[in-house]
């Protein structure tokens, strides 16, 4: 199974843009990367996925590195309501079917 | 739309006591599961479902059991509550589609102490 590494931890200036990174150096070619985020135990919330092109919704920017061992969810202008744990999950199909295995993530402070 | 509804939110257990925590989804969605996740710890896994009449275990799913009658509903039961149990429980749903991916809807959680 494809893992994921995350900073445990990252700081933000409110109206600067988080650039939170991601390793997935083992992931295989058919692997999405997924980005969710968890605020104050609240129920995760999708942020964005992709599987090798960059990415952009209304919330965030996803950047994959070209050999898809690690990619960057970007928030373009951190508020503080974005402070929250964010999850990087590769997208698992085994035994367990469509179901995301979720690391401890990097919480994510947004400061005024 | 509802989207994914625990109940209850909040509840107190004494050990051995047996409940059911309710999930609905109102998004005819054939997968959902069952997470818990415990103090500053990512979310585990305990049981799925990929449709109705269809289950099976995740990662921790002993002291759980699980059931799935129809598509809206995914129960999970807990048959003789113990300490470790204590948690906060998340459901989840998504739309089952060959060949593409897609994202997961969670519920707000409902948070367990037994005692």
């Known amino acids: 199974d494809a893992k994921t590494t995350q900073p445990p931890s990252m700081d933000c200036a409110e109206g600067r843009a988080a650039n939170l990174p991601c390793n997935h150096s083992?992931?295989?070619?058919?692997?999405?990367v997924y980005w969710y985020r968890q605020i104050h135990s609240q129920g995760p919330q999708y942020i964005i996925h992709?599987?090798?092109n960059n990415e952009t919704n209304e919330m965030a920017s996803l950047i994959i590195t070209e050999d898809r061992k690690s990619s960057t969810l970007i928030l373009p202008h951190a508020t503080l309501r974005d402070t929250a744990v964010y999850y990087c999950?590769?997208?698992?199909?085994?035994?367990?079917?469509?179901?995301?295995?979720f690391g401890p993530g990097t919480r994510l402070s947004v400061l005024p | 739309n509802a989207g994914v509804t625990q109940t209850p939110k909040f509840q107190v257990l004494k050990t051995g006591q047996s409940m059911t925590l309710q999930c609905a989804q109102d998004?005819?969605?054939?997968?959902m599961s069952w997470y818990r996740q415990d103090p500053g710890m990512g979310l585990r896994l305990i049981h799925y479902?990929?449709?109705?009449?269809?289950?099976d275990q995740g990662e921790v799913p002993n002291g759980y059991n699980v059931s799935r009658s129809t598509t809206e509903d995914f129960p999970l039961r807990l048959l003789s509550a113990a300490p470790s149990q204590t948690s906060v429980y998340f459901c989840?749903?998504?739309?089952?589609?060959?060949?593409?991916?897609?994202?997961?809807?969670f519920g707000q959680g409902t948070r367990l102490t037994v005692v």
């Open positions: 989840a749903s998504s739309s089952e589609i060959i060949g593409r991916d897609t994202e997961a809807f």
């Open positions: 083992t992931i295989s070619g058919n692997e999405y």
């Open positions: 992709g599987l090798k």
């Open positions: 999950i590769v997208r698992v199909r085994d035994n367990y079917g469509q179901n995301f295995v």
């Open positions: 998004m005819n969605h054939e997968y």
């Open positions: 479902s990929v449709g109705a009449g269809i289950t």
